[in-house]
């Protein structure tokens, strides 16, 4: 049969327990006295001791413990952030377009820009993928400059990107997809040899509560007809036929 642990204060109990017991003694001996508060001091002085080593302890638990939580909080943060964005660009990836694209569409109307880069195998082929990468984030720093503080910049594909904008009318999107353009067009790609880098557009508009796969349709069917227009141009979806834009 296992013994119990011993108390953890026994020796402070029964020094305790001596003091009172000289305490009630009146007319006790003056060593008895003595020894009864000699044993209290010696134990004071250990839990004063035991108290300050618990303290130190709880202290340094505590400290390790908020450092955990707080690193708990960055990699929830960091893997949030890996989740929604593309790990070139640090834009919005296709998934998170997509799902931003339908919370807006709930309450707002929603203008649709999607943009290609213009002969971007080209790129590729000639200075190799390392600067097809560079061009890329040259597009995204170009197209950021333009950007409406509201607006929302997304990656869908190699080098396809989406610009979702609440604020304004379709002519408004077709102005910020022109500007973008322009800023494409200019932009100082720092290539191993002379080549400017341009890009094609298409735009497309709806109200709020319409399909977004609609929207993306309609865009994309624009970008078609830019990029077989003769590239570095923005078209508008025509959007006549249907009754929800």
Request: charged share 25%; proline share 2%.
């Amino acid at each position: 049969m296992s013994q119990p642990n011993p108390d953890l204060f026994d020796q402070e109990n029964r020094a305790l327990l001596s003091a009172r017991d000289a305490y009630s003694h009146e007319t006790g001996d003056a060593q008895l006295y003595r020894d009864a508060l000699g044993e209290l001091i010696s134990c004071y002085g250990r839990l004063l001791r035991e108290t300050r080593r618990l303290i130190r302890r709880s202290d340094r638990e505590e400290f390790e413990m908020n450092q955990l939580n707080s690193r708990l909080h960055e990699l929830a943060s960091e893997l949030e952030y890996r989740a929604t964005h593309d790990s070139l660009t640090g834009t919005l990836n296709r998934a998170a377009v997509i799902e931003a694209a339908n919370k807006m569409l709930n309450e707002k109307s929603l203008a649709l820009i999607v943009l290609d880069i213009d002969f971007f195998k080209q790129v590729n082929d000639s200075f190799g993928h390392l600067v097809g990468d560079e061009v890329i984030c040259g597009v995204v720093k170009a197209v950021a400059q333009c950007l409406p503080s509201t607006g929302v910049l997304g990656r869908v594909g190699g080098e396809e990107f989406t610009v979702l904008l609440t604020d304004g009318d379709y002519t408004d999107a077709f102005n910020v997809a022109e500007q973008m353009r322009a800023a494409i067009a200019s932009h100082n790609f720092s290539l191993p040899a002379p080549r400017q880098i341009t890009a094609s557009f298409g735009v497309s508009w709806t109200a709020a509560g319409a399909d977004f796969s609609l929207l993306y349709g309609l865009a994309d069917e624009a970008l078609y007809k830019a990029k077989h227009s003769g590239r570095n141009c923005v078209i508008r979806a025509d959007q006549s036929a249907y009754n929800t834009l």
